[in-house]
Every structure is written in structure tokens, then in C-alpha cells.
């Protein structure tokens, strides 16, 4: 692999702790302030669950 | 090469501070199993979003891809099973049995996505680096339910 390559993955690799902590401590503060993190949650998860199907399905 | 060697102490700083967090600020299991689901959601999409962006730059093949896919499926259809679990648990019962059936085939379910991993893309630091932060997020979880 070249050192480019490495330098992006590692980014990535970084960005998926870095996304999930400030997600985590927004949850937090969603769940204290009486949003219903759960909904958006739900939501969340079909949008993703679509594109890998629509990837299947597809194969694009 | 830095940004690799800095990332288990971002890692290891982030599983502290919320681990601190929650227990300095007393929170019951609901709560944090919903943080929890997060947490695996956000990684779980960031998974999905390095997966195209390999693809986008030719690093890995459409098959590939697709393999990715075919595992990364069943983990995001059971986070969200647990979402719709944890909405319909009542707070002031106790933890209903399906949701840690749930969240120990979520933890498989993710080595899997792990292990379909290219190797070209960076697979053995992936798995290092991932099964840290889930065993960390799950076993809090799972801490919180007992």
C-alpha cells in the first residue's frame, strides 16, 4: 500500500472514533433535553440499511 | 504514519471520558444503552462511508464492495432491531432477555463486517482498532443491563 493510501485510511480510522464520541455525547444531550433520540435513531439506520440493499439489489 | 500511531490513545482518551462521564452522572440503563446504539450506529456508518470511498478510488472491487455489504446488512438491520427494542422497554421495567440476545449478535455480527474487510484496505488495523471501541461500547452496555 502506498503512504498515501495508508494516510487515508488511517484518517478514516480516526474520523469513525472521533464521529462516534461526538455522536455519543450528543445523544447525551438529546436524551436530557427530552428528544426522542430513539426516533431519529430508527431513521438513521433505514437510511443506511437502504443504500447497502439498493447496493445489492443493484450491484452499483 | 502519525495520524495511525496517535489513534489507540484517541481511542483509549474517548472510552475514558465516556465511561467517566456516564457513571459520574448516574445514568440508568436505558439511557445508556441508547448512547450505546449510537455509538455502534456512528461506527457502523462510518464503516459504510470508508467502504465507498475505497470503492470511489478503485481500492477495492465492486465484488469486494459487495461482500462488505452483504455483512454490513444484517449488523445495521439488528442496530436498528435494537433501537425499536429499547423504544418499546418501559423504563421502569427490567431490561427485556432480547435486548442482550441483541446486543451479543450485534458484536458478531460486526466481526464479521471486520473480517470481510479487504486486507489491501487495511483490514488487521481496522479489526485492532474496532473490536477495542465495540468491546468498550458493548460491555458497558452490557454492564448497565445486569
Known sequence: ?60 | MKQRILYPLYLALIGCVAALCLIGCGLKSKPVLITGNVAIYEALAAIQDTADALREKNLISVEQRKELASKLLPALQTGQQLARLTKAWPADKPAPQELTVLIGQLRGLVQTVVEAWPPSAGRDALAAKLNLAQSAALALVTLFLR
Open chain 1, 1 to 60: 500500500m502506498d503512504p498515501l493510501t495508508i494516510l487515508t485510511i488511517g484518517e478514516r480510522l480516526i474520523n469513525i472514533s472521533v464521529s462516534a464520541w461526538l455522536a455519543f455525547r450528543q445523544a447525551a444531550k438529546d436524551q436530557g433535553a427530552g428528544i426522542d433520540v430513539l426516533d431519529r435513531l430508527d431513521t438513521q439506520y433505514q437510511v443506511r440499511i437502504d443504500r447497502e440493499q439498493r447496493l445489492l439489489d443493484d450491484g452499483a
